[in-house]
């Protein structure tokens, strides 16, 4: 069964340092995700991504935050200057589209989490 | 603006024990659609269901089934004989069919099923 699939599963980083979080979505899919999941809180809406731009993002997808799709298959997440309050469960999500309209269930990665020291 | 509340932090049941999950919603969106995700312990998220507002009916899948109501924005979650497995992080989302379908999350129920 096709899956979406992040590496690394958990990256430790210093503060101020640049981390890339990776993502492999569903092949054919066409929409993309990224959520954070600070521990033990509700999962966040980042940043949607759709014919390789920023489709919407939210109050959280501030300037130090950036997506790419660098080669048609990875999707990736790049925060510049991490702070510690980064540190969090960060999910990559894919979806495909729903017939006449846009809204089929999105398949998620398993996460990757971020810890910031 | 969308919201999903589920009031209930955590739920402490044994086994063979039914149980329901509250979920409520707000949008002033006409077409939206509805989902439940399972967040085990290992921490992925797993999709359980999809419902689009235009369809009430209530939906049964083997032990869960669910039942929205619209007019009490409700989408509650019901698993029947509950099991040990079944412990895990409940998710209720919505999102709107505009824009590019973004999840707006709950903030989540916690099932413990003690055996």
């Known amino acids: 069964e096709p899956e979406v699939t992040q590496t690394p599963s958990h990256q430790v980083t210093q503060m101020g340092q640049e981390v890339i979080l990776r993502c492999v979505p569903i092949s054919n899919h066409l929409y993309f995700y990224w959520y954070r999941q600070i521990l033990g809180q509700k999962v966040e809406f980042l940043v949607s991504f759709y014919n390789n731009e920023i489709s919407e993002k939210s109050e959280i997808f501030d300037d130090q935050f950036s997506v790419e799709r660098p080669d048609g298959s990875n999707f990736t997440l790049k925060i510049r200057s991490t702070k510690l309050e980064d540190s969090a469960m960060y999910f990559c999500?894919?979806?495909?589209?729903?017939?006449?309209?846009?809204?089929?269930?999105?398949?998620f990665g398993q996460g990757t989490r971020l810890t910031v020291v | 603006a969308q919201k999903v509340t589920q009031a209930q932090t955590e739920i402490s049941v044994v086994e063979k024990e039914d149980v329901t999950l509250d979920c409520v919603y707000e949008t002033r969106d006409t077409t939206y659609y509805l989902f439940w995700y399972k967040q085990p312990p290992s921490g992925e998220l797993v999709f359980l269901i999809r419902?689009?507002?235009?369809?009430?009916q209530n939906e049964i899948s083997g032990r869960y089934s669910w039942n929205f109501q619209k007019s009490t924005s409700s989408f509650n979650f019901t698993i029947t004989a509950s099991q040990v497995v079944d412990s895990a992080v409940y998710f209720c989302?919505?999102?709107?069919?505009?824009?590019?379908?973004?999840?707006?999350f709950g903030t989540g129920t916690r099932l413990l099923v003690s055996p």
């Open positions: 419902r689009n507002s235009f369809d009430e």
């Open positions: 999500a894919s979806k495909t589209t729903g017939q006449g309209a846009l809204n089929t269930e999105a398949f």
């Open positions: 989302a919505l999102s709107v069919n505009t824009g590019f379908q973004k999840l707006v």
